[in-house]
């Protein structure tokens, strides 16, 4: 199977590739050299004009990207302003007849991180066509990375705990259960861990997470990013057992996550268990809110009458045994169907 | 085939996350709602469908059982849908706290979804600005910034961060700022890329977002151009609002709290309206409003400590198509609508509101009627006498997309059905804890008198009032405490509408203050609770 990936361009990006190339997830897809900082340039004084006058003389407008000599303005009878250095042009003051400039800096390159065939180039985007397999999360965090796969816990409603992340999962994406905390992340973070796929964790301690990254970013010390994905819910949530079970199968095979998106590709991977939001009798199916969030079990049937949550909403509901040995009547629309869709 | 035959019309919300459908007929001469299902949208139209049918065979004319199916194929349908792709917009400003915030509620109330905000104030380095605008994603761009008394430099360098960072051709600029700079900035782009607006900051003491709004919300007209725009449920709901307006000769306004987006239509008795269409201040917004579970916890109570409130706010914008199992989770998913409404309402309470219609399935299918009381009344706080109701049918968005010459018509066919009453709410402000708020005297006609009820400052009362009745109330404002309107009698005299809760008299003020001891705040929250959930049995 394939799916389609899309880069984003930056404004003024120069473009490596073409349709038709295969490319690596490490590989450079275009380049970039950002603005490293504004400076001012005269341009009246050096023009011998008014303000207002030399305002006339500009050669460039707004954005326009300048080369080191490249001209700002000139009178027409010899006197000109030059870019002192590569620079993208952004105003022109008209109270002090100067040229704001922003200076670019050293060239960076603009990674795609998947692995693919380009299929299209535009001047905003690559797009780019991934065989493997995607599983798209419901949240995320941090930048894209990719990684060998490789299962952190036994079972789907583990808990990804700091004791079990050593030095053997430095730049891997590892798989987690029903939570990873803010310990193990930092953890996680501490080993290179490239990424995490995670059933849910609690919100607070991501957001803890995020700012600690932040911080250390500002100060200089963040090296690397660490992404997470979490694709089933916030809070203590496992991982469905059939898609559990899906990564299990395909541990060891390259991955790319993308955590501000929460996306994760998997290549050379077949379909992930499929999921569907209306749930028959016969489905398995995966309960979506508290209290049984993340639990799978079996769709016994849909009741003849809506029925009234703990909380009092009334919906459509269905009896549901969940794996855990438990029965409960659970609203319709918090169940998920997942793994074989036959029944029912 | 049964004899038996009935006229039908088909009234079908659309929502991001919830499809609504109900069937209206005639019922002894008049159209009534004869039943209504909600699903997730993502169930599909033939599950919609069957949820009706099921309804209408098991609450409908016997001898009709086996027509429904082909009844609801004749039957005229009327539909109303949420948009599709909101507009995404960039804003660069000035500076955060002057232009930056008016441009950005400005956009907001107009519908847009805000990408990217970007101040010169607002501690980046302008490689970082030029960064983050360099790699929006955004449909237009919004720049404002200076006084129109004066050529602001800086606000020219605020366009021409965006003439740097945009792609040429890649979407309308809109110019807010310093009236002087238009032509300066409208140079900056290709020809017919910039239109101007008058500044909302157009000096330093005085502010008018209108104009901005009002082109802004044309400005993503134009963007959504594909989707009809009378369809749209920001657009349908509010002509609903305004056409009750009009016809009852009230001031209404329109609350609809949805899973994505929300709806302020605030509609005049001659039938015009201001209308703000948030497209992310609905529930899975409130999880990105600053310290949002700390509020929600605060306010509600009862939803568990500030992290569990955090993952139910995520949850509502991971899986907005669920519905809360647990009370504590029911409690935040409430308070936290309280909070979106009070963040609509946030240039301050309105006033002389005759009725405040509250839509969207958290209000509109509150399992309790005092919580979507207190939704609206918490959120809103609609100064004076009002009446509350709910859209409970989901009908007002659908009747809302009838074409101008039929939506009146469509309103007052279905009058008796159109929102369900909640009560009267007597909101006051002014006073200090514990002294005298009010003291009101309801009278019922037919029935004996009653003692005045005292209200004090902080105290939330509810006098059972069913639906359907009326009362006459005396209201004595204690001292120092106003009800909105400037007064020249002690007393005030209003008339109440009952409802599923009554007359709410509600000393609590304006905004709501809450003890800061968590113990106490807990036990207040509880009272008024209380107060709402109370007699409930005995008024409907």
Redesign the interface.
């Known amino acids: 199977m394939s799916v389609l990936h899309r880069v ?1 361009l ?3 990006a120069t473009v490596l590739v073409e349709v038709g190339h295969s490319v690596e997830p490490a590989e450079v897809l275009a380049t970039r050299r ?5 400076m001012s340039v005269p341009i009246a004084s050096r023009l011998r004009r008014s303000a207002a006058d030399a305002a006339d003389l500009l050669a460039v ?3 326009t990207a300048l080369e080191a000599g490249d001209r700002i303005a000139d009178d027409g009878h010899g006197r000109e302003v030059l870019a002192p250095q590569a620079c ?4 022109y ?3 002090d007849g100067s040229a ?1 400039v ?1 200076p670019l ?1 050293p060239t960076e390159p603009v990674l795609g991180h998947v692995r693919g065939e380009v299929t299209s180039v535009t ?2 985007a690559i797009e780019i066509r991934v065989a493997g397999a995607l599983v798209t999360g ?2 995320g965090s941090g930048k894209a990375v990719h990684g060998e796969l490789r299962m952190a816990v036994h079972e789907p409603g583990d808990e990804l705990r700091a004791g079990g992340i050593d030095v053997s999962a430095t730049g891997r994406i590892l798989v987690g259960g029903s939570r990873a905390s803010a310990e193990a992340l930092t953890r996680a973070r501490a080993m290179g861990v490239a990424g995490i796929v995670v059933g849910g964790v ?4 991501l ?1 803890d997470f995020e700012a600690a990254q932040r911080r250390r970013r500002e100060v200089g010390g963040a090296r690397g990013d660490l992404a997470i994905v979490i694709v089933e ?3 203590k949530v496992g991982i469905g057992a059939e898609l559990f079970a899906w990564f299990r199968s395909h541990e060891g095979r390259v991955a790319s996550v993308f955590g501000e998106t929460a996306r994760v590709y998997v290549y050379e991977a077949d379909a992930p268990p499929p999921r569907r ?2 749930a028959r009798p016969g489905n398995r199916v995966l309960a ?5 969030a993340g639990i799978g079990g079996e769709l016994l049937r849909v009741l003849d009458q809506p029925h ?9 509901s269905a009896l549901v045994r969940f794996e855990d040995g438990r029965t409960a009547v ?2 319709l ?2 169940l998920e169907a997942t793994g074989d869709l036959s029944g029912g | 085939m049964s004899e038996v035959s009935t006229e039908l019309a088909l009234l079908v919300d659309v929502g991001s996350a919830w499809a609504k459908a109900g069937v209206i007929g005639r019922v002894r001469g008049r159209w009534r709602l004869v039943t209504h299902v909600a ?2 949208t ?3 139209a033939a ?1 919609l469908r069957r ?1 009706l049918i099921d309804r209408l065979v098991a609450a409908g004319d016997p001898r009709l059982a086996n027509e429904w199916d082909a009844l609801l194929d004749g039957a005229t349908r009327i539909e109303c849908h949420t948009a599709r792709n909101p507009g995404r917009l960039a804003v660069v400003a000035v500076s955060r706290e002057v232009s930056g915030s008016s441009a950005r509620r400005a956009a907001e109330a107009a519908g847009w979804q805000v990408i990217e905000a970007v101040t010169l104030d607002d501690g980046r ?3 970082d600005r ?2 983050r605008l ?2 929006a ?1 955004v449909d237009a761009w919004l720049v404002a910034g200076g006084f129109d008394d004066a ?1 602001s ?1 800086r606000a ?2 605020a ?3 965006v ?5 040429p051709e ?1 979407g309308p600029v809109i110019w807010a700022g310093s009236a002087q700079l238009g032509d ?1 900035v409208a140079g ?1 782009f290709e020809d017919g890329a910039v239109s101007t607006v008058a500044n909302p900051r157009p000096d330093a003491r005085r502010e008018e977002t209108g104009p901005l709004r009002d082109h802004l919300q044309a400005v993503l007209r134009a963007i959504v151009a594909d989707e009809d725009e009378r369809h749209l449920a920001s657009v349908a709901f509010p002509r609903a609002i305004a056409t009750m307006a009009s016809d009852g000769g009230l001031r209404i306004l329109g609350i609809d709290v949805g899973a994505r987006g929300a709806v302020h239509a605030l509609a005049e008795p001659d039938g015009t309206s201001a209308v703000r269409v948030y497209s992310t201040g609905g529930l899975a917004g409130a ?1 990105d409003v600053p310290g949002a ?1 700390a509020r929600v916890t605060r306010i509600a109570g009862d939803a568990g400590d ?3 409130v ?6 509502l ?3 907005p ?7 504590e ?2 409690s935040a998913t409430q308070a936290a609508v309280r909070m979106l409404i009070a963040g609509m309402v946030e240039d301050g309470p309105p006033e002389a509101v005759d009725l405040v219609v509250g839509a969207g399935r958290t209000i509109a ?1 509150a ?2 009627p005092g919580a979507a009381a207190r939704m609206l009344l918490d959120g809103v706080r609609p100064i004076g006498v009002t009446q509350l109701a709910v859209d409970a049918g989901s009908v007002l968005g659908p009747l809302g997309s009838l074409p101008d010459e039929e939506i009146r018509e469509g309103i007052t066919l279905l009058a008796d059905d159109l929102v369900v009453p909640r009560g009267t709410s007597v909101v006051c402000r002014g006073g200090s804890a514990g002294q005298l708020a009010m003291r009101v005297t309801v009278h019922r006609p037919g029935w004996p008198s009653h003692a005045p009820v005292e209200v004090r400052v902080g105290q939330l009362q509810v006098v059972p009032l069913a639906a359907g009745q009326e009362a006459e109330l005396l209201i004595e404002p204690g001292p120092g405490i106003t009800l909105g309107a400037s007064r020249r009698s002690p007393r005030i005299q209003a008339r109440a509408t009952g409802g599923a809760v009554g007359i709410m008299l509600d000393g609590r003020g304006v905004p709501i203050a809450l003890p800061r001891r968590g113990d106490d705040r807990r036990a207040v929250l509880a009272a008024w609770h209380d107060a709402l959930s109370r007699d409930l049995d005995r008024v409907t």
């Open positions: 984003r930056p404004v003024g950002p603005a490293s900082g504004g407008r707004p954005g993208l042009f952004l105003g003051d008209l109270d704001l922003a800096g001047p905003d419901v949240g609690l919100d607070k301690e957001r819910g916030f809070g939001v209306l979506l809110r508290r209290p049984f009234a949550t703990g909380a009092g909403v009334v919906s459509r659970i609203p629309a918090n | 699903q997730p993502a169930w599909g599950e949820g380095t302008l490689a030029l960064a360099q790699s994603e050529r430099p020219l360098e366009a021409a961060l003439a740097s960072a945009r792609l890649s300066d900056l999880a579970a500030e992290a569990a955090a993952d139910t706010l995520q949850t914008r991971a899986r198509t669920t519905v809360p199992q647990l009370p989770e029911l299918a399992p309790h």
